[in-house]
């Protein structure tokens, strides 16, 4: 079975900085890209970043350009999204997602459970 | 921009629903259906306009193609009333994007 885990949210400054991390299991990770997705409580869901499955290409919504960055170890299963110059408006739950080729142009599934960023003082 | 409609379609249960999204620019067949219940992740539910994915009961279907698309639920069943997005990813990059989101309630 195909699963996604992340962990690393938490409360935060304006202006601090997170790194999320999403565990994947059940599949070959290096064979598939995957996102970061994220919902304001109560709001619609925004694809925020991708990542190819080699790695070598990513790419970012431009609402986070500049301030997040995705990368991958794919030698540990593992998905990553660095958050910076954290703003209220980034409080969200942030998901993890399974693309189903290497390249990002593709439905998502499945989705990990998702971890909730509160960006607050 | 993806746009769907109703943002809120009231239905009771047994009786049929039809979703409605639209999208600015034509994405051929890149679309997909999610299924998102209060507290859980998104499940999909069709992609590729009209596949249903695996284990996703018959009563789900999908069509359109271009800028028009339509998720049919055939007959509501208690476990149906969720919020449906679509989301589009043909125009890529730089990025996908997901409908603003159709919550179907009890009638």
């Known amino acids: 079975e195909e699963q996604l885990l992340e962990s690393g949210g938490g409360l935060v400054q304006p202006g601090g900085s997170l790194r999320l991390s999403c565990a994947a299991s059940g599949f070959t990770f290096h064979t598939y890209a995957m996102s970061w997705v994220r919902q304001v409580p109560g709001k619609g869901l925004e694809w925020v970043s991708g990542?190819?499955?080699?790695?070598?290409?990513?790419y970012y919504a431009d609402s986070v350009k500049g301030r997040f960055t995705i990368s991958r170890d794919n030698s540990k299963n593992t998905l990553y999204l660095e958050v910076k110059s954290l703003r209220a408006e980034d409080t969200a739950v942030y998901y993890c997602a399974k693309h189903q080729l290497a390249h990002p142009y593709n439905w998502f599934d499945p989705w990990g459970q998702g971890t909730l960023v509160t960006v607050s003082s | 921009v993806m746009t769907q409609t109703p943002a809120t379609l009231s239905v009771s249960p047994g009786e049929g629903a039809t979703l409605s999204c639209r999208t600015s620019d034509t994405v051929g067949s890149n679309l997909a259906w999610y299924q998102q219940k209060p507290g859980q992740a998104p499940r999909l539910l069709i992609y590729?306009?009209?596949t249903r994915a695996t284990g996703i009961p018959a009563r789900f279907s999908g069509s359109g193609s271009g800028t028009e698309f339509t998720l049919t639920i055939s007959s509501l069943q208690s476990e149906d009333f969720a919020v449906y997005y679509c989301?589009?990813?043909?125009?890529?990059?730089?990025?996908?994007?997901f409908g603003g989101g159709t919550k179907v309630e009890i009638k």
């Open positions: 989301l589009q990813y043909k125009n890529w990059p730089p990025m996908l994007t």
């Open positions: 990542i190819s499955g080699s790695g070598g290409s990513t």
């Open positions: 590729g306009a009209s």
